[in-house]
């Protein structure tokens, strides 16, 4: 039977969100099967943004009418025949998970003293123990205790096991005196604190409230959060000084002074970055004026509505955000605080949650950035260009994965971050052609490359080129290692690894690995991206470094040397490379377990193995495949991955003294921030170096 946890509130406004979402996340990188529960839907007329947010959820796969319960409507009606429909609704949800996140009521359709009751009811129904969240907003601590102690009275009394109490919206200088006043033994309590941004509405969201239309900039920037709110009806140099950053002007639309003038500002370096325009009273650019505004070519969303100054000044006034998943911002900072606030192991252990003996691909991917978060090291991204290097880089610093410097023109890239409302204040930008970095850089390089003829004058000129700068800030010390690729080809990335960094001691080649994420193991792919048709030696090399790949990433490494024949049946050069190969692996590390050469199917079907090599430790069980050529290795890889669904992380170069790592200009964002955190374990294996240019060189 799933193991079950009910969140449940005594009001409104609490952000239970927050707490389910990161529920959700804590439960998703413990169990194989997570599902979610809404015993009553907010509105039969729209769908619940809270299980749609919960259901995005990577480590979530049911459908959202599969999720709801039953209607306000029905408890209306007959509240126990409600009951009823819900609890077996539940069970329907609860027979295909192994944990399911049930979300109580919220207080939008029926205020009143019994809400609180009828959800004690539900979750004593269930048989699912509470968690219950209290509003921790404009409240003192003594407040807050008092609105627990009523609460908890009122779920005790239907029946409802109380697990563990969490304040949400508290004031940042009174978490530990909340926390301490809710504490009580057998009942763990934690306190989170009030974020102006998680209750932030989006320009889209005002756009909606105001019925209003988009007749200017880019339609991606309306996801943008609204941080400030300003009526603009005086003049414009007096309006100039009152904006912020992330801030929505409403102003009347014949106001073109004040339409043009924020257009400017927007643009202009020093200058505040706004979320967006908002004209009012039904008036819109003329011609002329929508042709000059056009011609400025700025990306800030315009609004337009026929509502007047008051109403829509009102209506965006009172409009409050919600925790969404088309928001990665807010789904970051919500999972951070609930990361950094709430003790996760402690609330599992109030569950008895058990952690299977599988590893999906999720509990992998949460694994990395642990790991990558226990011992921060800094990353060097160099293409700071590309909107999703930057939309990854701020879930990594919001995250605390790993510390980031992002290569580019310093005023374009943040000015990019605050248009697409993204948190990069913790990272550090740096200008590839900033003339200091050049200086000391350009000696470095020549004399790494004086045997091929380099000069200190040619290499000024190839150093600003983003992978060389990046490649040399990490053999320099200023980087642990590098991840570049959206933007560039292979070789543009790597190749200045081979010049510059360089193969690690007993490492004669580099090579790549793929971490193979299948529905409940985790396998190592090599070589699969550099090496086209290596040889024996080359072989060897790959399977030790692919070894070291996988114990670096908690798997134990029996690595199987793939040909088209096993053992000793088959003959021919190509079986003859790998059985050569075999033996120098396990001349150089007799300590591995290795097999070859061996066939896919008897290095990973163990009744398979039972008939063609029943002695082998490695047959049937091998968790790192070393492929006989490029052609193989690449076409397996991608039909595993899409025909068995699995999940490709990589290609992980291996080999090198310092870690770089290579993205497919197809990555996506969780791609990015996937390579980033295995980059940073494989900086936290690396043993320090002198970082002079003598000792470099």
């Given at each position: 039977?799933?193991?079950?946890?009910?969140?449940?509130?005594?009001?409104?406004?609490?952000?239970?969100?927050?707490?389910?979402?990161?529920?959700?996340?804590?439960?998703?990188?413990?169990?194989?099967?997570?599902?979610?529960?809404?015993?009553?839907?907010?509105?039969?007329e729209s769908k619940d943004y809270v299980l749609e947010l919960l259901l995005e959820h990577d480590g979530v796969d049911l459908s959202y009418d599969e999720c709801v319960g039953t209607t306000y409507d029905d408890v209306h009606a007959d509240a126990e025949a409600a009951l009823s429909r819900i609890v077996s609704r539940f069970h329907a949800v609860e027979r295909r998970c192994d944990a399911v996140v049930v979300v109580g009521t919220d207080?939008?359709?029926?205020?009143?003293?019994?809400?609180?009751?009828?959800?004690?009811?539900?979750?004593?129904?269930?048989?699912?123990p509470v968690v219950l969240v209290v509003k921790g907003h404009r409240r003192s601590a003594s407040e807050i205790a008092q609105v627990v102690e009523v609460a908890t009275s009122e779920l005790s009394a239907n029946h409802a096991h109380i697990a563990a109490v969490v304040a949400n919206r508290c004031a940042a200088d009174s978490l530990d005196v909340v926390q301490r006043l809710l504490d009580q033994p057998g009942r763990p309590a934690w306190a989170l604190p009030e974020s102006a941004l998680l209750s932030a509405p989006t320009m889209r969201q005002l756009s909606d409230a105001v019925n209003g239309t988009l007749i200017s900039g880019d339609p991606e920037l309306l996801g943008r959060e609204v941080l400030d709110m300003l009526v603009g009806a005086m003049e414009v140099e007096h309006l100039l000084g009152r904006i912020s950053d992330g801030a929505v002007v409403m102003t009347p639309g014949d106001r073109t002074d004040i339409l043009l003038g924020l257009l400017l500002a927007h643009q202009a370096d020093g200058f505040p970055t706004l979320?967006?325009?908002?004209?009012?009273?039904?008036?819109?650019?003329?011609?002329?004026?929508?042709?000059?505004?056009?011609?400025?070519?700025?990306?800030?969303?315009?609004?337009?509505t026929d509502l007047g100054t008051f109403r829509t000044a009102s209506t965006v006034a009172g409009t409050r955000g919600r925790l969404s998943s088309d928001s990665q911002r807010k789904v970051d900072l919500a999972l951070a605080l609930f990361e950094r606030h709430v003790d996760g192991p402690a609330l599992l252990a109030r569950l008895d949650v058990a952690r299977p003996d599988v590893v999906t691909p999720l509990m992998f991917e949460y694994g990395l950035l642990d790991r990558a978060r226990s011992d921060r090291k800094r990353i060097v991204l160099p293409e700071g260009n590309d909107?999703?290097?930057?939309?990854?880089?701020?879930?990594?610093?919001?995250?605390?994965?790993?510390?980031?410097?992002?290569?580019?023109?310093?005023?374009?890239?943040?000015?990019?971050?605050?248009?697409?409302?993204?948190?990069?204040?913790?990272?550090?930008?740096?200008?590839?052609?900033?003339?200091?970095?050049?200086?000391?850089?350009?000696?470095?390089?020549?004399?790494?490359?004086?045997?091929?003829?380099?000069?200190?004058?040619?290499?000024?000129?190839?150093?600003?080129?983003?992978?060389?700068?990046?490649?040399?800030?990490?053999?320099?010390?200023?980087?642990?290692?590098?991840?570049?690729?959206?933007?560039?080809?292979?070789?543009?990335?790597?190749?200045?690894?081979?010049?510059?960094?360089k193969t690690a001691p007993g490492v004669s080649?580099?090579?790549?690995?793929?971490?193979?994420?299948?529905?409940?193991?985790?396998?190592?792919?090599?070589?699969?991206?550099?090496?086209?048709?290596?040889?024996?030696?080359?072989?060897?090399?790959?399977?030790?470094?692919?070894?070291?790949?996988?114990?670096?990433?908690?798997?134990e490494p029996r690595i199987a040397m793939l040909s088209y024949s096993t053992g000793e049946s088959g003959t021919g050069a190509d079986v003859d490379k790998v059985r050569a190969a075999t033996a120098l692996v396990r001349e150089r590390r007799p300590d591995l377990s290795v097999e070859g050469p061996i066939q896919y199917d008897a290095a990973v079907d163990a009744?398979?193995?039972?008939?063609?090599?029943?002695?082998?430790?490695?047959?049937?069980r091998a968790t790192v495949f070393v492929f006989p050529d490029l052609n193989t290795g690449n076409n397996t890889y991608k039909a595993v991955?899409?025909?068995?669904?699995?999940?490709?992380?990589?290609?992980?170069l291996q080999g090198l003294r310092k870690p770089v790592n290579d993205l497919s200009r197809g990555a996506l964002v969780q791609d990015i921030v996937n390579t980033v955190a295995i980059t940073a374990i494989q900086a936290q294996a690396e043993l320090p170096t002198t970082t002079t240019p003598e000792a470099s060189a």
């Amino acid at each position: 039977m799933a193991r079950s946890i009910y969140l449940t509130s005594p009001e409104g406004d609490t952000g239970k969100s927050t707490v389910a979402l990161g529920l959700v996340d804590l439960l998703a990188r413990t169990v194989q099967r997570v599902g979610v529960f809404r015993p009553v839907a907010r509105s039969t007329e729209s769908k619940d943004y809270v299980l749609e947010l919960l259901l995005e959820h990577d480590g979530v796969d049911l459908s959202y009418d599969e999720c709801v319960g039953t209607t306000y409507d029905d408890v209306h009606a007959d509240a126990e025949a409600a009951l009823s429909r819900i609890v077996s609704r539940f069970h329907a949800v609860e027979r295909r998970c192994d944990a399911v996140v049930v979300v109580g009521t919220d207080y939008t359709d029926i205020s009143s003293p019994t809400e609180l009751a009828f959800n004690a009811r539900i979750a004593a129904n269930l048989g699912a123990p509470v968690v219950l969240v209290v509003k921790g907003h404009r409240r003192s601590a003594s407040e807050i205790a008092q609105v627990v102690e009523v609460a908890t009275s009122e779920l005790s009394a239907n029946h409802a096991h109380i697990a563990a109490v969490v304040a949400n919206r508290c004031a940042a200088d009174s978490l530990d005196v909340v926390q301490r006043l809710l504490d009580q033994p057998g009942r763990p309590a934690w306190a989170l604190p009030e974020s102006a941004l998680l209750s932030a509405p989006t320009m889209r969201q005002l756009s909606d409230a105001v019925n209003g239309t988009l007749i200017s900039g880019d339609p991606e920037l309306l996801g943008r959060e609204v941080l400030d709110m300003l009526v603009g009806a005086m003049e414009v140099e007096h309006l100039l000084g009152r904006i912020s950053d992330g801030a929505v002007v409403m102003t009347p639309g014949d106001r073109t002074d004040i339409l043009l003038g924020l257009l400017l500002a927007h643009q202009a370096d020093g200058f505040p970055t706004l979320a967006g325009i908002i004209l009012n009273g039904g008036f819109r650019p003329t011609k002329p004026v929508q042709h000059l505004v056009d011609g400025i070519g700025s990306r800030l969303p315009i609004i337009a509505t026929d509502l007047g100054t008051f109403r829509t000044a009102s209506t965006v006034a009172g409009t409050r955000g919600r925790l969404s998943s088309d928001s990665q911002r807010k789904v970051d900072l919500a999972l951070a605080l609930f990361e950094r606030h709430v003790d996760g192991p402690a609330l599992l252990a109030r569950l008895d949650v058990a952690r299977p003996d599988v590893v999906t691909p999720l509990m992998f991917e949460y694994g990395l950035l642990d790991r990558a978060r226990s011992d921060r090291k800094r990353i060097v991204l160099p293409e700071g260009n590309d909107d999703r290097i930057l939309r990854a880089a701020s879930t990594l610093l919001e995250r605390g994965v790993a510390d980031l410097t992002i290569l580019g023109e310093e005023s374009a890239i943040r000015a990019r971050a605050a248009e697409l409302g993204l948190a990069l204040d913790a990272a550090d930008v740096i200008d590839p052609h900033d003339p200091e970095y050049v200086e000391k850089f350009a000696p470095v390089y020549a004399q790494l490359r004086a045997h091929k003829g380099m000069t200190v004058e040619r290499a000024r000129e190839i150093v600003p080129s983003v992978s060389y700068f990046g490649t040399l800030m990490v053999q320099l010390g200023l980087a642990d290692g590098m991840v570049s690729g959206a933007l560039h080809t292979t070789a543009h990335t790597i190749k200045p690894s081979f010049e510059i960094i360089k193969t690690a001691p007993g490492v004669s080649n580099v090579s790549s690995a793929f971490l193979m994420c299948l529905e409940d193991r985790v396998l190592v792919y090599a070589d699969c991206a550099v090496i086209p048709d290596p040889t024996a030696e080359q072989l060897a090399d790959i399977a030790i470094s692919s070894a070291a790949t996988a114990e670096q990433f908690g798997i134990e490494p029996r690595i199987a040397m793939l040909s088209y024949s096993t053992g000793e049946s088959g003959t021919g050069a190509d079986v003859d490379k790998v059985r050569a190969a075999t033996a120098l692996v396990r001349e150089r590390r007799p300590d591995l377990s290795v097999e070859g050469p061996i066939q896919y199917d008897a290095a990973v079907d163990a009744s398979v193995a039972k008939t063609k090599m029943p002695d082998s430790a490695v047959a049937g069980r091998a968790t790192v495949f070393v492929f006989p050529d490029l052609n193989t290795g690449n076409n397996t890889y991608k039909a595993v991955q899409r025909s068995a669904g699995a999940v490709a992380i990589g290609p992980v170069l291996q080999g090198l003294r310092k870690p770089v790592n290579d993205l497919s200009r197809g990555a996506l964002v969780q791609d990015i921030v996937n390579t980033v955190a295995i980059t940073a374990i494989q900086a936290q294996a690396e043993l320090p170096t002198t970082t002079t240019p003598e000792a470099s060189a």
